[in-house]
């Protein structure tokens, strides 16, 4: 059973750069027809999706972010990692890691997700 | 981007009773929609995928069906685990999006 845990700082300063990981076990970033996504939720409100990296090494990433983020893959470690730099008050939300599969379609859905790490931007 | 519109935003409900939760899209989007399911504190987890398929452990009460560009997830008889937050999500370009949620709570 593939499990997802997120992990970083859980407070930044404004204009730092936010670095979470995401670390798999059960299972291998490497392998399978498998992406490695990241979304995130403010407080009380909605999902944002951030951006994925497939194991290809493709990416794909939210324009309303793509200027300050990296999502990378570190296939030696099992993990995957978002760096968002510049960051403000507006970052600040509970971060979920995800594992997206096609289950034989054509498009992909987040099917494992890890349980969230909250992440506050203030002085 | 892809502008899903959930509706309603909120609905209370009783044990037993049908439940229907609409998902628009604009433009269209093909079958790729998800539902997923969250509950306080927790994260969401995935219900239904490609508008219809039900994940695999998801009780047979859930279910999803689509109509052109429009969306409803269904539960034929709430259960009090299924009180929860509601999303739907599409597939079918990047950005990936999410609609506002659906609240269900206990009447």
């Known amino acids: ?41 403010p407080a009380g409100k909605g999902l944002e999706w951030i951006g994925l990296i497939c194991n290809s090494g493709t990416t794909n990433y939210n324009p309303s972010l793509k200027s300050r983020l990296t999502i990378s893959l570190d296939t030696s470690n099992n993990q ?12 600040t939300a509970t971060y979920y890691c995800a594992r997206e599969y096609d289950f034989w379609t054509d498009y992909y859905y987040m099917d494992v997700w890890g349980k969230g790490t909250t992440v506050t931007v203030s002085s | 981007a892809i502008r899903l519109t959930q509706s309603p935003s909120s609905l209370s409900a009783s044990v037993g009773d049908r439940v229907a939760i609409t998902c628009r899209a604009s433009p269209g989007i093909s079958s790729a929609l998800a539902w997923y399911q969250q509950k306080p504190g927790k994260a969401p987890s ?56 659906t609240k269900v709570e206990i009447k």
Do not use: H, M
Request: include cysteine; charged fraction near 10%.
């Open chain 1, 1 to 41: 059973q593939v499990q997802l845990q997120e992990s970083g700082p859980g407070l930044v300063k404004p204009s730092q750069t936010l670095t979470l990981t995401c670390t798999v076990s059960g299972g291998s970033v490497s392998s399978g027809s498998y992406c490695w996504t990241w979304i995130r939720q």
């Open chain 1, 80 to 91: 995957f990692s978002l760096s968002l730099s510049s960051v403000t008050a507006a970052d």
């Open chain 2, 46 to 101: 995935l219900l239904i995928y490609d508008a219809s398929s039900l994940e695999s452990g998801v009780p047979s009460r859930f279910s999803g069906s689509a109509s052109g560009t429009d969306f409803t997830l269904t539960i034929s008889s709430l259960q009090p685990e299924d009180f929860a937050t509601y999303y739907c999500q599409q597939s079918n370009s990047y950005p990936l999006t999410f609609g506002g949620g």
